[in-house]
Nanobody, 124 residues
Framework: VQLQASGGGLVQAGGSLRLSCAASGRTSGVYIMGWFRRAPGKEREFVAGISWNGGNILYGDSVKGRFTISRDNDKRTVYLQMNSLKPEDTAVYYC??????????????????WGQGTQVTVSS
């Protein structure tokens, strides 16, 4: 599975961005998709995850109420709508696929396919 993330950029605090991540290659079957981020000098942080049918969604505490994850299986794409952005949201955002587990995990090593990352910078 190859993952291509896009949609990052520079935005002022309070603004919005929408990230997309398109999957290609061997994408048959059921899999969880998720977003993580890594800020400079910090560990990789779970942002959001979504089950195959969208029935189960999980958010990291720092983004609850501001970010929304969704997916379109026909397009093999997962989205992350980010509203009310804060400077502390500045990070490289990565999409990931978990083809092995039935439940959404917040642990990065549980995901076995990763995109290249897209930079999000929020200015104050």
């Amino acid at each position: 599975v190859q993952l291509q993330a896009s949609g990052g950029g520079l935005v002022q605090a309070g603004g919005s961005l929408r990230l997309s991540c398109a999957a290609s290659g061997r994408t048959s079957g059921v899999y969880i998709m998720g977003w993580f981020r890594r800020a400079p000098g910090k560990e990789r942080e779970f942002v959001a995850g979504i089950s195959w049918n969208g029935g189960n969604i999980l958010y990291g505490d720092s983004v609850k109420g501001r970010f929304t994850i969704s997916r379109d299986n026909d397009k093999r794409t997962v989205y992350l709508q980010m509203n009310s952005l804060k400077p502390e949201d500045t990070a490289v955002y990565y999409c990931a696929v978990d083809r092995q587990n039935a439940r959404i995990s917040t642990i990065a090593r549980m995901y076995n396919h990763w995109g290249q990352g897209t930079q999000v910078t929020v200015s104050s």
